[in-house]
Every structure is written in structure tokens, then in C-alpha cells.
């Protein structure tokens, strides 16, 4: 196991060095220059602009500015914003509301989208099966945007249950709302998949044998049929937890949550490669973290797994 782990570790340096590299040159590459969209006007004194294009060594060739970067992330520093402000501390600003927010719709999507899928596939051809696949086919098609306009409507101002706006004063309550926004399209594919996941399981030769032997439906449902279907909407979990961080943007901005997808948009827009590379870095670390979880957790939902 610790072997592993290991290799899993060394493997994930590369991969950050390629992101990094490749989110640094799509950057790099955007028109426009960084020192005069700080300096203001169209107008700027070609001197002010010059200064600024050297303080923040904006004149270096691409590979020294990338090294440089790379070097201070090694050491903890995330660099600096043109306009000054340190990315570290942007980031510990903007990232705890992104964190809540993915986590939230994890969890919606998963204790939602499970129970639904597991009812589906025990009720499968029958109404509710019907109702379930009616409505995540729903879900599927109507875009993010629309969802989060419509429950803002419907369930904030109608209603009243839950807060229309973001307020860090409302606590949960204010993420319960966007979380499921933000949850809707995974859920959808979570319910389906585990509807199918567990009815091929159930028609496996062990569930059959289990059901020979007289044991209770419950316990071959649960112990020999979930457990097995689970391992596939384990992987779609792992891996949408990185999608749900970099893809809030959308219900951030529905919602006006200060994140991070709303900072990374405007720093595209400004030039800002610091701030952009250093939230990437962050999201693919998230990304790889939420893998290795992934695959600790096969071991434990299937014994025969094991890791070397």
C-alpha cells in the first residue's frame, strides 16, 4: 500500500509540471499586454508601462518566467498580482467558498443521486423507475443558468424556504440552494449510473447464489449488491469533484458567491498569470487528492482489490 501511495505521489509531479506548464502558456499567449491593462488608459506614459513590464519581469523570455514561477511555488510563493495583492492570500480568500460549495453538491449528489438509483434499480420497469429516469433526462437537458434562474424564482421569492442572494451570515443554509444547482447535471448521471451499476450486479452468479442460500433481501441488496455497484460512482464522484471546483462559475455568479470562479474569470480577462496558474495548481492538486481517495476507497468496497 505505502508503495503505492508512493508512486502515485512521484506520478502526480509531472502531471503538475504539465498543467502548470500548459495553463502558464495559453496565458502567456493571450493578446494584449499586462503592464499597460495595470497602467490604465489607452493613453499611458510609455515609461510608467516600461516599469512595470520590469518590476514584474514581463520583458523575460517565456521558459525564465515560467522556471521563475515554478521555483517560487517549491518555496511557498505563489507570486504576486501586477496589481500588487500576494496570490497566496487570494486564494485563502477565494477558495474556503468554492470548497464549501463543491462539497455541498458532493454530498447532495451523491446521498440523492444513490438512494434514487438504488430504488430505481430495485423498482426497475416499474413507476417510480419511470419518474426517476423522466427526471434526471430532465435534468440532463436544461442548461446550469436555467436551473439556478428557475429555483431562485420558485424556491426563493415564491417560496421563501431558502436565501435567493449568498449571505455568509445565512450559514449552510446559503449553499444548499447553489449546491444543488451546481449538483443537478452530476446527479442526474450518478442516479443512472448507479441504476445500471446495481441491476447488472444483481444479476450476477454470487447475488444469485446469496439469494439460493435464503439469505435476507436486505442483506443482499446492501452487502453484495450495492457494495460491488457502488465502485463505478465512486470514480464519476472522484473525478466530478475536480469538474465541480473549476466549473462553479456559472452558479457563482448565479448566486453572487465570492469564489473562485468568479476571480480566475477576471484575471483571465486582466492578464493576471499568477493568480491563474496558481488557482489551476491548487484545483489539479484537489483533482489528483480526490483520485488517491478514490482508489483507497476501491480496497475497502471490494476486498479482492488490493494495492502493491
Do not use: C
Not at 191 to 220: H, I, N, W
Not at 240 to 247: E, F, P, S, T
Not at 268 to 277: A, F
Amino acid at each position: 500500500m505505502y508503495r503505492y501511495l508512493a508512486r502515485r505521489l512521484l506520478q502526480a509531479i509531472p502531471v503538475l509540471i504539465g498543467a502548470t506548464l500548459l495553463i502558464y502558456l495559453m496565458v502567456y499567449l493571450l493578446p494584449g499586454d499586462p503592464a499597460r491593462s495595470l497602467a490604465g488608459d489607452r493613453q499611458s506614459d510609455p515609461t510608467v508601462v516600461a516599469m512595470l513590464r520590469e518590476k514584474y519581469h514581463l520583458d523575460d523570455p517565456f521558459l525564465v518566467q515560467y522556471w521563475n514561477y515554478i521555483t517560487g511555488i517549491v518555496q511557498g510563493d505563489f507570486g504576486t498580482t501586477v496589481r500588487g495583492r500576494d496570490v497566496g492570500d487570494i486564494m485563502a480568500e477565494r477558495f474556503p467558498w468554492t470548497v464549501n460549495l463543491a462539497l455541498t453538491a458532493i454530498v447532495i449528489e451523491s446521498v440523492v443521486g444513490i438512494i434514487a438509483g438504488i430504488m430505481a434499480a430495485l423498482r426497475r420497469g416499474k413507476f417510480f423507475d419511470n419518474l426517476v429516469l423522466i427526471a434526471t433526462l430532465m435534468l440532463i437537458s436544461i442548461p446550469t443558468f436555467v436551473t439556478g434562474f428557475i429555483l431562485q424564482l420558485l424556491v426563493g421569492v415564491e417560496w421563501g424556504v431558502l436565501p435567493v442572494s449568498f449571505n455568509e451570515d445565512d450559514g449552510f443554509k446559503a449553499y444548499i440552494l447553489p449546491g444543488y444547482v451546481l449538483a443537478s447535471l452530476s446527479l442526474a448521471y450518478v442516479t443512472r449510473l448507479m441504476r445500471t451499476s446495481l441491476a447488472e450486479t444483481m444479476r450476477t452468479d454470487y447475488v444469485r447464489t446469496a439469494v439460493a442460500k435464503g439469505l435476507p433481501q436486505q442483506r443482499v441488496v446492501l452487502r453484495h449488491g450495492v457494495r460491488n455497484a457502488l465502485i463505478p460512482v465512486i470514480t464519476f464522484l472522484g473525478a466530478d469533484l475536480g469538474a465541480l471546483m473549476g466549473g462553479a462559475i456559472i452558479t457563482e455568479r448565479i448566486f453572487n458567491i465570492p469564489g473562485v470562479g468568479g476571480q480566475l474569470a477576471q484575471s483571465v480577462y486582466l492578464r493576471e498569470r499568477p493568480v491563474v496558474v496558481g488557482m489551476v495548481t491548487a484545483l489539479v492538486l484537489i483533482y489528483i487528492v480526490a483520485n488517491l481517495l478514490v482508489d483507497m476507497l476501491y480496497a475497502v468496497l471490494d476486498p479482492r482489490i488490493r494495492y502493491e
